[in-house]
């Protein structure tokens, strides 16, 4: 007898759960794809190249100009009497702890700047697929996940909107 009724009263859980998801809408959004071909991300990329174009330049310049000294030094440093030889490592040695230095801040200042543009894109992105939730009545949207069905993925519709804001409504 328990055995009957806990075996009713699984498949009846088992029956309204069914129900239950059946209504439940669900879509995916592949945040990578909508940042590498949004256009905002290439606007984005364009403007902090220009940014960063003249201190990547200098930096070139630098490297050069190390690369350049030491092989003078590899070249005619056994011809160099001790003094100069010195002299000219130690200005090799303060350029390079100059150009790692620099080197480093560009770096630095770089990710800042890359990961300023890219909270804008987020949070447009975000507002664009609340949109889309609330104008389509999804119950959860997922940005990660191990599978999902081509039949879910509203990717293509979200870097749409991306490019035309009017189709965010429609």
Known sequence: MKRLSLSLLVASMAFFCQGAYAELKIAFVNGQRVLNESP?????KKKLEKEFEKRDQDLQKMAKQL???QENLEKNGLTMSESDRRAKEREFGDLSRDFQRKQREFREDLNLRQNEEMAAIYERVNRI?????EAEKYDLIVQEAVYFSPRVDITDRVIKALTDPKETTK
Do not use: D, N
Request: glycine share 8%; hydrophobic share 45%; charged share 15%.
């Open 129 to 133: 697929i609340k949109q889309l939730a």
């Open 67 to 69: 690369q350049s000294m």
């Open 40 to 44: 905002q991300a290439g606007k984005a």
